[in-house]
């Protein structure tokens, strides 16, 4: 299933600890390495890339689009969703209120960022690439050392730095 997601309103919702510091490369790395991927991701972004964001394109098995200068990440969205072939198939994954309508209004499913950050989280903790067999199904338990580790050179955390 299609998996269209508001970045900035992702980003700036309120996040599971689990989560924090989450920016656009990071969340299209866990999002390469979810459940998720294999039904196509498409991550839209307002303007154009920062010094530090990935550039447009491909990131793994996401799409980064960047809305461009004077156009909205939502107007994108709204217009992919409008576009869509099979919106039924499509959940798209915001707090905004018109891009939720829209979906609505085409009949594909939305998600709230917060609610779509909380199954991100239980996703990680289930081991990210092919740990969790579902995103909304919870962790067995905590992370191995193995997890831990591949999950700290995946953000290029070295624990001896601190």
């Known amino acids: 299933m299609p998996l269209l997601i508001d970045c900035y309103n992702v980003l700036h919702a309120e996040k599971p600890a689990s989560l924090a510091g989450l920016g ?3 969340l299209c790395g866990l999002l390469a390495a979810s459940p998720w991927a294999k039904g196509g991701v498409t991550v839209v972004c307002d303007g154009r890339p920062k010094p530090h964001s990935p550039d447009a ?6 799409v980064l689009i960047f809305s461009g200068a004077g156009r909205s990440a939502d107007d994108v969205i709204i217009e992919l969703v409008e576009k869509d072939t099979s919106p039924r198939r499509l959940t798209v994954v915001s707090s905004d209120r018109a891009i939720r309508r829209a979906a609505r209004r085409r009949k594909a499913r939305d998600l709230s960022s917060e609610d779509f950050l909380s199954r991100l989280a239980r996703a990680v903790r289930g081991g990210g690439a092919g740990g969790a067999t579902s995103p909304g199904k919870p962790a067995a338990g905590p992370l191995g050392e193995e997890q831990v580790d591949r999950w700290l050179e995946w953000f290029g955390i070295d624990e001896e730095e601190g």
């Open 24 to 26: 656009e490369a990071s």
């Open 57 to 62: 394109g491909a990131v793994g098995a996401v």
